[in-house]
């Protein structure tokens, strides 16, 4: 088992421009350039958290729903969920202080009423909030989760789950075996200094150290989610989560889903 879950990219990271939200209008325009313009992020989340909300209608009494974002980086999402009437509080937990940082900032540009989201420094298998919660979501932060610690993860979040809970997984990916064959072939092209590499050949889809990505097949993830009582029901987006412009093969075998959770 590692010593720390926290993978090195969130500890002490230096965050790319487009996170770093101060009070300034241009600090936030560059955010949301970054989620709807370069990216899919806004759109696929908004499509899952719509679909999901019409699941989670009888979750929801006269007193509103309350809500864990887990992983909540620098809390667009937990702005978004802000805005649903339904919701009453949201508690954003996320291990980078620099991400964290930026929380405050973010809200006050969503004009997210001060004391809806509190902002909790936390992981996936620390994390304390006071209440339970009517469900939990993980916006692409379950792919930097190691294996060893997803069950702990799984059985924090249904500890503090009221009855009926559910767990949204969203801008997630799931790979096939065109992605093992690309790495296998970038594998025989740096076999001279395969040692360096960070895969090997008898783990192609090893993650990767440094932000601990994982790349999981679709029954490596029914697998872990069936382990731990957990029915899964998982949507595929048309196109692609990053616009970036890269050759087709480094997108090779990937498909990006949402998932919701219920107890089995
Ligand atoms: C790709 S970012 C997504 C952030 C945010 N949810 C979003 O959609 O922009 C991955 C997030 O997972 C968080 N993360 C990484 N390891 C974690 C852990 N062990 N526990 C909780 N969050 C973790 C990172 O700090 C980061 O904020």
Partial sequence: MK?????????????A??????????SFLRLMRHLEVDSNFKPYFEK????????????????????LDLGSGVSWTSAILANHEQIKHIYAVEPSRERLKHGPFVLKHFEIPRGKVTLLEGNFTDFDIPRQVNFAVLCASFHHCYDEFADILFSKIKAI????GLILMANEHYVDHWFSFHRFLSF????????????KLSNLRSPYPYDGEHWRTR?????IFERNGL???????????CKEAVPFYRKMGYHYYYAILERM
């Fill in 48 to 67: 899952a958290l719509g679909h999901f909300m019409t699941r989670c209608c009888r979750l929801s009494d006269s007193r509103g729903m309350t809500v």
């Fill in 188 to 199: 025989i092209k740096h076999f001279p200094r395969r040692r360096e590499l960070f895969y």
């Fill in 219 to 223: 029954n490596e993830l029914e697998e």
């Fill in 231 to 241: 029915k899964a029901e998982i949507f595929i987006h048309d196109g692609d989560l």
């Fill in 161 to 164: 789950l009221a009855p009926g």
């Fill in 3 to 15: 010593a720390c879950e926290i993978p090195e990219r969130f500890v002490d990271e230096s965050l």
């Fill in 17 to 26: 421009s487009h996170w770093k939200v101060d009070e300034t209008e241009e």
